[in-house]
């Protein structure tokens, strides 16, 4: 396992404007970019959320994921985000996890947010993913995810040990409940012994809301890394020390002690 240099990019969205969204990451990533190995985006970052997925879902062979790939291949990063993707009938909103060489994981959303309508036309994902990225197992999720302790957490056994070592969190997470945001960003990077990355868009959607970002990078103790200013645009380049959580969970390994279970 190597320090792994990570660049989230906290940015206000275009209303269901793809092809602006695109240009606009990019310029940013340009910008920013300083051999970095993992590139983070929010979540539903060509449209903004929530959309109708009917006029503007893509097929997983779109221009977005396309777009994903070219990034990936120029930067020589692995880059993600999620996407509204058809399938068959079925819309999902789908995290890419794209790699340099253009092959890619994907995740759906697993708690789609009912409050916010999104229930209506999006199914929930069944199915938890876990990636590797120069020896971290990595453990990507969306926004309402983030509410749902058990579907977050961390397992341990003794000849695979931690079963991630970072979890990451791509968001459209309004500014009215900034502080659950950040609390519960904190409290799953100490319940599971993990650092944690958060990334949330700013501005002001279609419907009035406001995102004020509040993006954060944590260790496993819980102590901010990194965080995103409040309404503002801005990309957090941080660096994740291997040797910091090694060290942590050799002279204090919870994970041991934790309760087994499964998920229905």
């Known amino acids: ?7 989230g990019i906290q ?33 539903t970052f060509t449209t903004g959320f929530p959309v109708d997925p009917i006029t503007n879902s893509e097929k997983i062979d779109g221009p977005t994921v396309r777009w994903m790939q070219q990034m990936a291949k120029k930067f020589n990063s692995v880059i993600t985000g999620t996407v509204l993707i ?10 890419i996890w794209m790699c340099p060489d253009g092959s890619f994981n994907t995740y759906e959303k697993r708690h789609v947010f009912s409050m916010g309508g999104e229930h209506k036309n999006i199914t929930p994902g069944t ?17 309402y995810d983030l509410r749902f302790p058990v579907w977050s957490k961390n397992t341990y056994d003794e000849n695979t040990l931690f079963e991630y070592d970072i979890s990451i969190y791509v968001a459209n997470w309004p500014a009215v409940r900034s502080y659950p945001w950040k609390t519960l960003l904190i409290a799953r990077a100490i319940e599971n012994q993990s650092y944690i990355i958060g990334i949330n868009r700013v501005g002001t959607d279609y419907f009035r809301n406001n995102y004020s970002g509040n993006s954060l990078v ?10 995103g200013p409040d309404n503002m645009d801005t990309q957090l380049s941080t660096t994740l020390d291997a040797e910091r959580l090694i060290s942590l969970r050799k002279k204090f390994n919870v994970g041991q002690d934790w309760d087994n279970f499964t998920i229905n």
């Not at 396992?1 to 660049?7: A, C, R, S, T």
């Not at 606009?24 to 979540?43: A, T």
């Not at 009938?89 to 995290?95: E, P």
Request: proline share 5%; with cysteine.
């Open 1 to 7: 396992m190597q320090d792994l240099k990570i660049l």
């Open 11 to 43: 940015a206000d969205l275009f209303w269901c404007n793809p092809t602006k969204n695109r240009l606009e990451f990019e310029r940013r990533i340009e910008n920013s970019f300083d051999s970095h190995h993992l590139i983070i985006l929010p979540e």
């Open 86 to 95: 058809k399938t068959n009938n079925k819309f999902a909103n789908t995290l």
């Open 127 to 143: 199915d938890k993913l876990i990636v590797e990225l120069m020896g971290w197992k990595i453990r990507p999720m969306i926004c």
């Open 218 to 227: 944590v260790d496993p103790r819980g102590e901010i890394l990194s965080q």
